[in-house]
């Protein structure tokens, strides 16, 4: 029987896991490595601290496969373990993947994209707390891969499914409602040859039109109602552009900048659009602070993670950092979602019931964001200066 010991253990890697980094593990049969491999484990090792590989012995390798590997196990283990962006390199007998969690704890789960997907499994991951990634193969992404002039909406909705960004950091409504809603609107733009640039500027317009149904109109329940439903339109179509860019190949750093700048703009002009109505209303003057407060919480929060990230990227090139949102639970980002925000406004036409809502929510955010701000400032000085 072949050795089945790792090459090196966790533990031993670059001394210790990582205090604040991210643990990754992919797995394969690695036979006859060539480039497509190499290129997807420097793909992962990019987006986590320190990458656990799994190799599959001859056996299960056999077993999944209807083939044995030409390439003995302790070899395609060897090369592996050899590899710059591998940390650690361990036997894998089984395709169980939260017995594998159970003993490898690792938090981000990188899949090739060719695999056949296993959602049930994916979703049972999620839950407790681990990101699965899906790498794209030089033959499945870029602009020929969606760019098929025959390729449906349901294919391309498809090949989004594989394209998805990590949840950590994310609220359960992003996860589980916007995204999947963005999905669509991008395979549908992809279908229409679309631009991740033009999805924005339709966020952009879209988000004007709820902004407006809030400030212009005399609340009532209506226009609370239409503004809810055309502000988290908005907000599917501010998902849909970057998966729109993941999809194509088609995002650049203009791009990104386009999108932060409407997001800035998007979230000023709501808040602003509450105290236009309640000075229109004669909402007494003390309830006038709140939007105030609100808008200032959002856009230091939204600027500070902002900040901190490309920081902590600068100093760490090769790595993806980890920002601090991660370590909030799904529901305890709830209350900072812009979905949710945009969900509030369902109370719009009954005063004594929004505001104190609104209120709730300003303060969450100014709760989450001391939070986050000690921890950014903490990271960052412990990190020192680049």
């Known amino acids: 029987m072949p050795d089945r010991q790792p090459t090196r253990s966790p533990q031993h890697a670059r001394g210790h896991r990582p205090a604040d980094g991210r643990v990754g593990f992919a797995t394969g049969a690695f036979d006859l490595f060539d480039a497509t491999q190499l290129h997807l484990l420097e793909d992962a090792s990019s987006r986590c601290d320190l990458l656990c590989v799994g190799v599959t012995t001859d056996e299960l ?4 496969h209807g083939v044995r590997p030409v390439v003995p196990f302790s070899e395609r283990l060897l090369i592996v373990s050899e590899l710059r962006c591998v940390d650690v390199a361990v036997a894998v007998e089984h395709t169980d993947a939260l017995e594998l969690w159970e003993s490898l704890r690792f938090d981000e789960l990188f899949v090739d994209d060719r695999a056949p997907a296993d959602p049930a499994t994916e979703d ?15 033959a499945s992404a870029g602009p020929d891969a969606a760019g098929e002039p025959d390729a449906s909406v349901r294919t391309h909705h498809q090949r989004l499914r594989t394209a998805q960004k990590p949840s950590r950091g994310v609220s359960l409504y992003s996860s589980r409602v916007n995204r999947p809603a963005g999905r669509w609107l991008a395979a549908l733009a992809a279908t229409l040859r679309m631009t991740p640039d033009q ?24 226009t609370g109602v239409l503004a809810a439903l055309v502000l988290a339109a908005a907000f599917a179509l501010d998902s849909a552009d970057g998966q729109l860019a993941r999809l194509t190949g088609g995002g650049s750093a203009a791009g990104e900048w386009l999108d932060h700048v409407v997001d800035c703009a998007v979230k000023i002009c709501l808040h602003s659009a509450v105290l236009v109505a309640w000075y229109r209303t004669g909402v007494p003057a003390g309830w006038l602070l709140v939007p105030l407060l609100f808008v ?27 920002t601090g949102a991660g370590r909030l639970s799904p529901v305890l980002l709830l209350p900072v979602d812009h979905g949710v925000i945009s969900a509030a406004f369902l109370l719009w036409g009954f005063p004594r019931l929004f505001a104190p ?17 000690r921890h950014w400032y903490r990271q960052l000085s412990r990190d020192g200066a680049p």
């Open 61 to 64: 390798a056999e077993r999944l």
């Open 124 to 138: 049972r991951l999620l839950e407790i707390g681990v990101d699965v990634t899906h790498l794209h193969t030089a």
């Open 199 to 222: 999805l924005t500027w339709a966020s952009a317009l879209v988000s004007l039109v709820g902004v407006s149904l809030v400030a212009l109109p005399e609340p009532s329940p209506l």
């Open 296 to 322: 200032l919480a959002s856009l230091v929060l939204f600027q500070g993670g902002t900040l901190a990230a490309k920081l902590l990227e600068a100093r760490s090139s090769t790595r993806t950092p980890a």
């Open 357 to 373: 809502v609104y209120l709730a929510l300003a303060l969450a955010h100014v709760a989450v964001l001391l939070a986050l701000s």
